[in-house]
């Protein structure tokens, strides 16, 4: 059974940081790609970071130069560093993988295959 589980999430006043972490069970992180999306209230899903099967890190446009994806293979969990954050970086975050090897793009992942629940990031102004 595949589980990825989202943490670090919560409420932050605007220009704050945060720190989400993305534990993985059941699958490694090595050889696939990994990313995370978001989704405001009324909005569609959209790709926020994502880091390929190579390691390379790709941003969606909005979030760029604010915030940083990485992971730890041997820790199972990958990280979104959240910084100068905004009200309209308000909405669920999710956590995604793929089944094997994937490019990315524009912050998200070619494949998609596995997700977690989500986890909730509120900016007030």
């Known amino acids: 059974q595949v589980d990825l589980v989202e943490s670090g999430g919560g409420s932050v006043q605007a220009g704050g940081s945060l720190t989400l972490s993305c534990r993985v069970a059941?699958?490694?992180?090595?050889?696939?790609?990994m990313g995370w999306f978001r989704q405001g209230s009324g909005k569609a899903r959209e790709g926020v970071a994502a880091i390929d099967s190579d390691g390379a890190a790709t941003y969606g446009d909005s979030v760029k130069g604010r915030f940083t994806i990485s992971k730890d293979i041997s820790k199972y969990t990958l990280y979104l560093r959240m910084n100068s954050l905004q009200p309209e970086d308000t909405g669920i975050y999710y956590c995604?993988?793929?089944?094997?090897?994937?490019?990315?793009?524009?912050?998200?992942?070619?494949?998609?295959?596995?997700w977690g629940q989500g986890i909730q990031v509120t900016v007030s102004s």
């Open positions: 995604a993988a793929s089944y094997a090897r994937s490019q990315s793009s524009d912050g998200a992942c070619y494949s998609n295959n596995y």
């Open positions: 059941g699958i490694t992180l090595r050889g696939r790609c």
